[in-house]
């Protein structure tokens, strides 16, 4: 990366647990870091850091359309890198879902995501650097679980990727998505009907994922340490 260009990157769902240590590693290294949350902003306040004007935290409700006064949150920063960690689950069963459902998902997960990414591509260009990640769910590959139907379909949304993004690999804008495996986190609690020791059952390697080592490939994929991997769809679920 130019090192006259200032380095921030915007952190989509930073409340949550892979959020969190997400964004200290990003701070720790200097850079500026958006990172947006939904409701509970209480552990991101918590964070200690050593310059606060490198954390700027931007409250939004996906719910509820806000990404017009999203955008214009944002609009001043130079964003050189977007992660979208953003996970909402609906606990709905597939028998179960109506219309309204499944748009409420794809809408916070998905398309709102894309969106906002497609608003940052033009400063992108002009700085040529630009490091774009999404976090997808092992659910593709299964079609989801008992209760995670609309989550798995909204991520699987997500590696659906635009071909304008290919285009844009001249300009160095690497765009990419991360598959991610089971990681003990706090939003399997959070789902119905989930026996934690049946699903590691499931991976070959016999255990969760760490969050270190999910932190350690998003930030590799998200910074200038990668220079050459783009448009592809990377698992890192424990040979799954």
Known sequence: MNKSLKKTVLILGGSSDIGIEIISKFLLNNWKVIAHFNNNSKKLNHLKIDNPSNLILVKANFKKKMLNSFLKKIKKYHISSFINLIGFIDNISYQKINLANLIN?????SLIPILIQKNLLNNMKNKK??????????????????????????????????SYLKKLTKFNILSNVLRV????????????????????????????AKINEILNMVFFLSTEKNSYISNETITIAGGE
Not at 105 to 109: D, K, P, V, Y
Not at 186 to 193: F, V
């Open 181 to 208: 495996g089971f990681v003990k986190t706090k939003i399997h609690s959070k789902i119905k009907n989930k026996s934690l020791k049946k699903r590691i059952n499931l991976i070959p390697i016999n255990r969760p």
């Open 129 to 162: 650097f630009g490091r774009i990640l999404h976090l997808s769910s092992i659910g593709v590959k299964y079609g989801g679980g008992e209760n995670t139907f609309s989550y798995s379909l909204s991520k699987h949304l997500l590696e659906f990727k635009p």
């Open 105 to 109: 998902s794809l809408q916070i997960n």
